[in-house]
């Protein structure tokens, strides 16, 4: 898994979490600037905890059966 790999899997899911977590606070009725640096902001630092931890579990060996992302092995 290159760097190509992870930049999108990384872009992915910071745009998932940006929309899902502004979507949210304009619910609640923040205000749009408020809704909008909240959710960046917060998108950022989930992201970075998501990346890291996949490419920590991935270097000791373990698979993600939801991510699919690990090459299968016939031999388990």
């Not at 992915?12 to 205000?31: C, D, M, Q, S």
């Not at 749009?32 to 890291?52: E, V």
Request: hydrophobic share 45%; proline share 1%; aromatic share 14%.
């Amino acid at each position: 898994m290159g760097f190509k790999f992870w930049l999108t899997r990384s872009t992915k899911v910071y745009l998932f979490i940006a929309i899902t977590l502004l979507v949210v606070e304009l619910i609640k009725g923040h205000a749009f600037i408020d809704a909008l640096s909240f959710s960046l902001l917060w998108s950022l630092i989930t992201t970075a905890i998501f990346i890291t931890t996949r490419i920590y579990h991935l270097s000791k060996g373990r698979k993600c059966q939801l991510c699919q992302d690990s090459p299968k092995n016939d031999i388990e």
